[in-house]
């Protein structure tokens, strides 16, 4: 197992920005980190995937835990559906192609997100009409207080809007999660963008669905490798009827979708361009030129100004519009 002492993370997060840790550890196995969680039962512990829903504002005084178990085994199989565990390191998007690749239907939707497998279900990521809690099984886990085994069924995981339980509570590490996916494919139109990019194709392939997914994501969002940043970086806001009809007398043309329950969704993209903040750029932090949801970093290795740059949003969009938009990132 590989341990590592005063390690700088500015390669393990995709704003790039400087932060040392005490302690990196990779353990490859869930043996591996049941043993480095009780190895170091006093440190103050970090889940580190890919870092690409993340970003560092200050060193990390513990103990920086980077999951590298790998594997995609299919583990049952009917005529009408496939149950896959992958393991937790597993690179999200090529787990996405296999699975186009070999026509099992239920995540071409998430296509070209960055990331880790084990990272999906803290998040509980979604695009284009999908969110992965659809096709998640179970979780497997190891406690991060004991460094025992479990596995959480998908109930168990607490899914919400960019929301579950490993996300509240910090309280498990991921080793590996069992998807279950169909191995027959319909197209749905869910997303008014995707049903454009694919129109004059009457019954779209999964394959065809993917490509045009790429295409839409490839035209709208920054290469983290040239313009660092973590994607979508706040969360559509959720309103109650009396908000969502304050915001319309404000704003009668945003966009409203009827999410249930007397609740309703409206774009954090919509109310930052409408705010003046679309392209905006404060010293070397901004907003994408061509969505204003991405925050990107044009030089900056100190992760405050990245936060500084947000509060300035949030305030903003707060006073002309009173909606407080919350960050889908993670800041430490």
């Known amino acids: 197992m590989i341990i590592k002492y005063n390690v700088q993370l500015q390669p393990y997060n995709s704003f790039r920005t400087k932060a040392s840790a005490k302690i990196l550890c990779e353990p490859q196995s869930a043996e591996e980190l049941s043993e480095i969680i009780r190895t170091f039962p006093d440190e103050r512990k ?19 835990i980077k999951p590298a178990m790998r594997g995609i085994h299919i583990l049952t199989e009917t005529d009408r559906c496939v149950e896959i565990e992958v393991g937790a390191a597993e690179d999200w998007d090529q787990f996405v192609a296999y699975c186009v690749e070999n026509s099992y239907a239920g995540i071409e939707n998430l296509s070209l997100i960055p990331g880790s497998v084990g990272a999906s279900p803290v998040q509980n990521i979604g695009a284009y009409g999908t969110e992965v809690m659809e096709v998640i099984t179970k979780v497997k886990a190891v406690e991060l207080q004991t460094g025992n085994h479990k596995e959480l069924s998908s109930e168990e995981c607490g899914f919400g809007y960019r929301d579950s339980i490993f996300k509240r509570s910090g309280l498990h590490v991921i080793t590996s999660v069992v998807f279950t996916l169909e191995k027959s494919f319909q197209y749905k139109e869910r997303y008014i963008d995707l049903s454009r990019e694919l129109e004059g194709i009457s019954s779209p392939t999964l394959a065809q669905v993917r490509n045009a997914i790429i295409r839409i994501r490839n035209r709208k969002l920054p290469d983290y490798k040239i313009l660092p940043n973590a994607g979508s970086f706040f969360k559509n806001p959720v309103l109650t009827q009396q908000e969502k009809d304050q915001l319309q007398l404000k704003l009668p043309d945003a966009p409203v979708y009827n999410v249930g329950e007397g609740q309703f969704k409206t774009s954090a993209a919509f109310l930052i361009d409408k705010a003046g903040y679309k392209g905006k750029r404060r010293g070397m932090v901004g907003t994408s030129t061509h969505h204003s949801l991405i925050i990107v970093n044009y030089g900056t290795e100190n992760g405050r100004e990245i936060v500084a740059f947000m509060h300035e949003i949030q305030q903003e969009v707060r006073k002309q519009f009173g909606i407080m938009l919350e960050p889908e990132v993670r800041i430490y």
């Open 46 to 64: 970090l889940v580190l995937g890919n870092g690409f829903n993340l970003f560092f504002t200050k060193d990390f005084e513990g103990l920086v």
